[in-house]
């Protein structure tokens, strides 16, 4: 037997990164766990990742390449060579190309793998065809815009402030499944006697670890900052100092929009009583270190990036930026330490080809013209179950006159309709480099165990795809690891003073930041800009979400078990999230006369799921709330819940809407 211990790093789309320690014997990896050398893992790994070894190894790994022989959705497939795949793929995109033009092919991915290389070297290659591109906007990208707004590329605050404050705010996120690493901090703040609130639309399992939590109505957080900061001003619990000198458009924000916030309206928008709102703000004044850890939930609106925007503001106030353990952390982003146009290869576009929105697929699959989508391409998404408007995504994956590829570790939703599928490797088959957006490690990985059968990476099959098509430029030629090489090579200034050879040999290792990064501004005016000229709204105020016309507010909120669509492979995992349920206060339940435990459908004018009806007052009037994407295999009655949600963009950074959306609920029992 040979057994060996080998570095990993989780692949999956989770500010946490872990770094993973991987047992492998004769082959297979039979045990995974926490680096215990990894800064932020410290050892502990979540419940999804406790058994990797078992999505890795899973019997259902796609292990050849398939060929559709049964209608489109039904899964039926045969066995083909790669030879046979690859030829099929590019004879019909070369007639394709003739017929259409090459924007008749769209790619579709997004984070399936977040290493550097294998989330975004497809890009390469499709800049390089041509074809259309598409806005990776699903997640965040709203939020990214708020926080740019006010901060410009001003540095997130590293994770360990977090240790060091009195006040934590978790704002719009369920840390427990989504970011439990930072919940470590936020608990051992909690020993040393910080106070920790959750602001949320409903009191979400992280809810069972604070002190308090705040209720909002949906989409109303926007006006909740803009009355915490009515309050501040009135009471004159303002930082004088600090906003002096590091400001830009204090007067004008005290003066043009915040009389208009009282506590009285505020109260009546966000639905908190005034004395919680007074409350609230005094806790966060008399903090001598605030800190925001602001979740991504509520930049799924209509006014999401205004929404962030407005949130950002609040710690110049206090002037919590100049406090050890204060500010704010949205997001931790550490792209321009990297080379990355190696990798995508803009250089590569004859001219801007047509950019389609990730949010908008059902739409671009069933209405754009000039040219239609007639080829589609997706690796390491599954868009029939992660983007919104499921109906209209399946009637277009439906279309006979669409050839689909689908590269994939499972069999997906998405994949049963592709004409053909690929088998892709799973991370501890292939290298990759990775870096975090919850914290500054970066860390390389080495393949350390073979593939599964036939499984390729996807650098392996757009090489594969690009030698087909006749691409002779040597980018294509390269090994995954000479990629990673150009990546941090030369070096940018950032990596100036990481120990280069424990990256190399898979050592989790740290961005190191600048002194004062905390107070140093990156944007235009050199200071916090409440005020910004470049803006059509120059300041911040409310507007309200877009909402349907329905009585509830859906929160399709993530699961502690599964990421995503990621994880249903996983029979331990999906026997613990145990069904797709629709929580519900038992009071609008009897208003409507549902009881606990029965079938309910939500529905509205995009479409109907079913689910199992879990009442509990955890979930406010108003509100209901489903935990987790399902697969249409385990879910009765097929669609999923983004069959409720809508293809309408955010303010700004055309961002998803997944939140903002309002559902009826009937009784599904006949
Ligand atoms: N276990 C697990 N981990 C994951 C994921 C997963 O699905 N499962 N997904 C991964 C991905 S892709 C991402 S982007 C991150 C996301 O992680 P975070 O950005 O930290 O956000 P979430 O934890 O998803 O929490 C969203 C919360 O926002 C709340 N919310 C919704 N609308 C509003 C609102 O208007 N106001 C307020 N205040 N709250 C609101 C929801 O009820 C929910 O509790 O997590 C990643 N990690
Ligand atoms: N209603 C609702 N919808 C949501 C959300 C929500 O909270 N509510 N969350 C949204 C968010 S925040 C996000 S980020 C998106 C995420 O959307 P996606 O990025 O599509 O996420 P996953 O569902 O994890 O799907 C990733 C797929 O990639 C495959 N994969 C993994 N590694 C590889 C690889 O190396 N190569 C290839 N070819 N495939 C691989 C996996 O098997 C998996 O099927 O979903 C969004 N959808
Ligand atoms: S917490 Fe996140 S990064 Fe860590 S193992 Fe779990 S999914 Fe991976
Ligand atoms: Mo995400």
């Known amino acids: 037997m040979n057994s060996e211990v080998k570095r990993s790093v989780c692949p999956y789309d989770c500010p946490d990164m872990c770094g993973l320690l991987v047992e492998v014997v004769d082959g ?35 292990t050849q390449p398939l060929l559709r022989i049964g209608e489109k959705g039904a899964g039926q497939f045969k066995a083909i060579t790669w030879d046979e795949g690859i030829q099929r793929i590019t004879d019909i995109w070369k007639k394709m ?50 926080w740019a707004t006010v901060m410009g590329r001003t540095l997130a605050p590293h994770p360990n402030e977090v240790e060091k404050s009195d006040f934590i705010l978790l704002w719009g996120t369920n840390a427990l499944a989504t970011n439990i690493h930072l919940l470590h901090k936020v608990r051992a703040a909690k020993k040393r006697g910080a106070m920790v609130w959750l602001i949320d639309t409903y009191e979400n399992p992280t809810a069972q670890i604070v002190d308090k939590v705040l209720l909002v109505r949906p989409g ?29 458009g204090f007067e004008q924000l005290q003066s043009e929009v915040l009389p208009d916030y009282t506590p009285d309206k505020v109260s009546r928008i966000t639905g908190i009583e005034v ?41 110049a106030f206090v002037g919590a930026w100049s406090k050890p353990g204060g500010g704010l952390l949205a997001s931790i982003s550490s792209g321009s330490a990297f080379n990355m146009s190696q990798v995508t290869r803009e250089d590569f576009l004859q001219r801007p080809t047509r950019v389609v929105n990730m949010n908008q697929l059902g739409y671009a699959l069933t209405e754009l013209t000039e040219p239609p989508i007639m080829g589609l391409y997706v690796y390491h998404s599954n868009p029939a179950v992660v983007a919104p408007d499921q109906t209209k995504i399946i009637k277009g994956l439906k279309r006979d006159n669409l050839f689909t590829v689908v590269h994939e570790r499972f069999m997906t939703d998405t994949a049963r309709y592709a ?32 593939p599964a059968g036939e499984a390729k990476s996807n650098w392996e099959v757009f090489q594969l795809l690009a030698q087909a098509m006749g691409f002779s430029e040597r ?26 050879v424990k990256l190399q040999a898979s050592y989790p290792v740290e961005l190191s930041l ?58 331990d995992l999906l026997r613990k999230k145990e069904a797709s349920y629709l929580q519900m206060n038992p009071e609008d339940a009897g208003g409507k006369n549902l009881q606990d435990g029965q079938k309910v459908i939500a529905f509205n004018e995009r479409g109907e799921v079913q689910f199992i009806l879990k009442l509990t007052t955890t979930v406010p009037q108003g509100v209901v709330v489903t935990e987790g994407l399902f697969s249409s295999e385990t879910q009765p009655g097929g669609s999923t819940v983004n069959a409720l949600t809508s293809q309408r963009l955010t303010d700004r950074a055309e961002g998803s809407t997944l939140y903002d959306v309002k559902v009826d609920v009937r009784s599904g029992e006949n």
């Open 28 to 62: 297979q990896a039979v045990k995974v766990t926490g680096d215990p050398e990894h800064p932020f893992t410290r050892g502990t790994l979540c419940p999804k990742m406790h058994h990797y070894e078992r999505t890795v190894h899973s019997p259902q790994r796609l």
């Open 419 to 450: 004409d053909i599928v690929l088998p892709a490797t799973s991370s501890l088959e292939h290298p990759d480099l990775y870096r975090s957006y919850g914290h500054y490690g970066i860390q390389r990985a080495a393949a350390v165990v073979p």
């Open 475 to 500: 980018f294509f030629d390269q090994k995954v690891d000479d990629l990673i090489s150009q990546l941090i090579d030369p070096p940018k200034p950032w990596l100036e003073g990481v120990d280069l």
């Open 514 to 571: 600048p002194e004062n990064y905390k107070t140093t501004y990156l944007t235009p005016s050199g200071k916090i800009e409440l005020f910004n000229p470049l803006e059509a709204e120059p300041l911040p105020r409310y507007f309200e979400p877009y909402e349907d016309d329905a009585p509830f507010y859906l929160m399709s909120a993530p699961s502690v078990y599964s990421l995503n669509s990621s994880f249903t492979e996983r029979p």
């Open 275 to 315: 004395s919680l709102l007074e409350e609230m703000a005094l806790q966060y004044a008399r903090a001598s270190a605030p800190f925001i850890a602001l979740g991504s939930g509520l930049c799924r609106y209509g006014n999401g990036a205004m929404t962030v925007r407005t949130i950002a503001c609040l710690p």
């Open 220 to 248: 109303r957080d926007g006006a909740l900052a803009l009355g915490l900061m009515h309050i501040l001003v009135r009471e004159g619990w303002i930082d004088q100092p600090f906003i002096a000198r590091y400001v830009q």
């Open 97 to 146: 190309i003739s017929e259409y033009g090459a924007e008749a092919i769209l790619p579709y991915s997004y984070a399936g793998t977040m290493g550097l290389v294998q989330r975004n070297c497809g890009e390469g290659f499709f800049n390089r065809l041509g074809a259309s591109r598409l806005a990776r906007t699903i997640c965040s990208s709203s939020k990214g815009y708020g």
